[in-house]
């Protein structure tokens, strides 16, 4: 089964800050992989799929990159809805499909 | 627009049985396959199931396998999820979730989501 770890665990930021959130998986995704936003109280939503592709209705500001083992979900400038807990997840040669353990992207 | 209803949830006992429904609308639900994700109090999210569109395939995460049965009802546009042998490490909110692919390409990703139904295991 592929690992991912998250990190940092916690991100302490102001608005219209910029952040750099991580994810790195066990062993290569290509890019297979996937970010979702979860707030306090809702079901997650998905962001991004396919380690760059933004799903639908989802703003500019967020952008996925990498492929292989290293992958990166950057915010431009965080918005006041943006605090949340942020995961990744991978589909590579699924089933299973694993999560990886979160970032909470907090106001600072 | 795309809604996922969840219901079932409640408090069962260790070792009990009990299903969960999700009704789907606003998308051609016999068309995309469909996930169980659950999420512990105060934890992170895990993958429970799959059903394809046409129920030809279901996966299981290891966790649940042989303990949990994932089924369709394609022509009431319903998710069910069958969970006997509960254990007190089942508890959580569970997800039903639409696949992102379509059809018979499936993408494992999840593109939309109910609000959860809460199972509790206690005694």
């Known amino acids: 089964e592929i690992v991912l770890t998250q990190s940092p665990a916690t991100l302490s930021l102001s608005p219209g800050e910029r952040a750099t959130l991580s994810c790195r998986a066990s062993?290569?995704?290509?890019?297979?992989l996937a970010w979702y936003q979860q707030k306090p109280g809702q079901a997650p939503r998905l962001l991004i799929y396919?380690?760059?592709n933004r799903a639908t209705g989802i703003p500019a500001r967020f952008r996925g990159s990498g492929s292989g083992t290293d992958f990166t979900l950057t915010i431009s400038s965080l918005e006041p809805e943006d605090f949340a807990v942020y995961y990744c997840?991978?589909?590579?040669?699924?089933?299973?499909?694993?999560f990886g353990g979160g970032t909470k992207v907090e106001i600072k | 627009q795309v809604q996922l209803v969840e219901s079932g949830g409640g408090v069962v006992q260790p070792g009990r049985s009990l299903r969960l429904s999700c009704a789907a609308s606003?998308?051609?639900?016999?068309?995309?396959?469909m996930h169980w994700v659950r999420q512990a109090p105060g934890k992170g999210l895990e993958w429970v199931a799959f059903i394809s569109y046409d129920e030809t395939n279901e996966f299981y995460a290891d966790s649940v396998k042989g303990r949990f049965t994932v089924s369709r009802d394609n022509s009431k546009n319903t998710l069910f999820l069958h969970m006997n042998s509960l254990r007190p490490d089942d508890m959580s909110v569970y997800y039903c979730a639409k696949d992102h692919g379509y059809y018979y390409d499936s993408s494992g990703f999840q593109e939309s989501w109910g609000q959860g139904t809460l199972v509790t295991v206690s005694s």
């Open positions: 396919d380690a760059s």
């Open positions: 997840q991978q589909r590579s040669d699924w089933p299973p499909v694993t």
């Open positions: 062993q290569s995704v290509s890019s297979y």
């Open positions: 606003g998308f051609a639900f016999s068309d995309y396959g």
